[in-house]
Structures are given as structure tokens and as C-alpha cells.
């Protein structure tokens, strides 16, 4: 079965630096999205990316955070500067939408675990 | 804010049918009902939908009440690999399609 891939699985980083975090969606699907999951916490909306332009946003998702899609297999998550708060699990999503009965279901990817030290 | 209630937990014997139930009284007409499951940290993993009818597929079956404002997700044999926390989603049939989750619940299924 076609699955959503997420590279790295863990990624440490300073306090201040920048990260990518990667992700290879499901070859024919057109909806991409972020979300996260700060530890026992919820599970998170950040960003929806559709025709190569972000089609909705959250609050979380700043001006610190930017997303790309820069060929035609590969979606980024990129965070300018982070936080200690920024720690969390990032879950890339792409949906497959019914255009005629109008239900999407998205297939996430693993994760991958950002620690801000 | 999710615009679901679930319990925050259940048991469930192996091998016996696990019925969870979901409360989602401010449903509109547009709004499909969605069940995920996430098992330990993995990313939330699509169970079944459902917007009128109820539905049935090989992983689970969805019962929507007539006034659509309760469904209950039935595992009809639950294993030990189906301990995850359980999701109620409901979203727009159009629109961005993003997901609001609640807290879900954890569904302990008992050897």
C-alpha cells in the first residue's frame, strides 16, 4: 500500500537554528498538510498546501514556519529560528478527495520528532 | 475546539467487540463523520467515514444515529494490536479539509 514517507525520524537541534523536515506525500494526491503533536498532548492542525500555495493556516503556524513544495514529489516544512516550544512530533498528511462526494481521507506519515535543546 | 465528546477511555477483552462511542450534537448537514486511530506515537491512521448511513469496511463498522448527532464505532473482534487512542473527527464535506482532534480515547484491549 502507498504510504506517506517523513525524513528524519528524530532531528536535535539548537535553540535558534533552523530545520527542514521532509516529507515524500502519496504520488497522486493533491492536498498536503502539517500538523504536531506536542508530547501527551493533542494532535495539532498547522498548514494546508494545495495548487502550490498554503490554503489554510493555524495561529501555530507563524511567520517562523514556511512551507514548499519544491518538485514534484518532495513537501517541506521548514522553521526559520526555533523555540524550546517548538519541540514536538510533526506528522506530514496528503489526502486523496472524492471530488463528487466530497470526502477526503488522510494518510499520515510517521512523524518525525524535533527536540529544540 | 473539536466539535466531538468521546469517553478518555475503554477496556475491552480480546477477542470480544469494542463499541465506542462519540458525541457530536452540533453536527451540521455538510459534515462527514471521520474515525482515526493512532497507536503509540505513529501518525493517525484513517478507520472509516461516514455522512448518513451507516458504513461498514474490513477494519471496522460505523453506526450513525438518524438524528446523526451520535455515532458509535464498532472493532467487531478487537486484538491486542488494535490498543490505540481512538478519534471522532467531524469536518466539512468542502472546504480546506482540516481536521480538528479532540483527545480521543484510549481504547486498552485485555488478554
Known amino acids: 500500500e502507498p504510504e506517506v514517507t517523513q525524513t528524519p525520524s528524530h532531528q536535535v537541534t539548537q535553540m535558534g537554528q533552523e530545520v527542514i523536515l521532509r516529507c515524500v506525500p502519496i504520488?497522486?494526491?493533491?492536498?498536503f498538510y502539517w500538523y504536531r503533536q506536542i508530547l501527551g498532548q493533542k494532535v495539532e492542525f498547522l498548514v494546508s498546501?494545495?495548487?502550490?500555495?498554503?490554503?489554510?493556516k493555524s495561529e501555530i503556524f507563524d511567520d517562523q514556519f514556511s512551507v514548499e513544495r519544491p518538485d514534484g514529489s518532495n513537501f517541506t516544512l521548514k522553521i526559520r529560528s526555533t523555540k524550546l516550544e517548538d519541540s514536538a512530533m510533526y506528522f506530514c498528511?496528503?489526502?486523496?478527495?472524492?471530488?463528487?462526494?466530497?470526502?477526503?481521507?488522510?494518510?499520515f506519515g510517521s512523524g518525525t520528532q524535533l527536540s529544540v535543546l | 475546539d473539536a466539535k466531538t465528546t468521546q469517553p478518555p477511555s475503554m477496556d475491552c477483552a480480546e477477542g470480544r467487540a469494542a463499541n465506542l462511542p462519540c458525541n457530536h450534537s452540533?453536527?451540521?448537514?455538510?459534515?462527514?463523520v471521520y474515525w482515526y486511530r493512532q497507536i503509540h506515537s505513529q501518525g493517525p491512521q484513517y478507520i472509516i467515514h461516514?455522512?448518513?448511513n451507516n458504513e461498514t469496511n474490513e477494519m471496522a463498522s460505523l453506526i450513525i444515529t438518524e438524528d446523526r448527532k451520535s455515532s458509535t464505532l464498532i472493532l467487531p473482534h478487537a486484538t491486542l494490536r488494535d490498543t490505540a487512542v481512538y478519534y471522532c473527527?467531524?469536518?466539512?464535506?468542502?472546504?480546506?479539509?482540516?481536521?480538528?482532534f479532540g483527545t480521543g480515547t484510549r481504547l486498552k484491549v485485555l488478554a
Open positions: 504520488s497522486n494526491h493533491l492536498y
Open positions: 461516514g455522512l448518513k
Open positions: 452540533t453536527i451540521s448537514g455538510n459534515e462527514y
Open positions: 498528511a496528503s489526502s486523496e478527495v472524492d471530488i463528487i462526494l466530497a470526502y477526503e481521507k488522510l494518510f
Open positions: 498546501f494545495y495548487n502550490n500555495e498554503i490554503s489554510e
Open positions: 473527527i467531524v469536518s466539512l464535506t468542502s472546504g480546506t479539509y482540516k481536521y480538528i
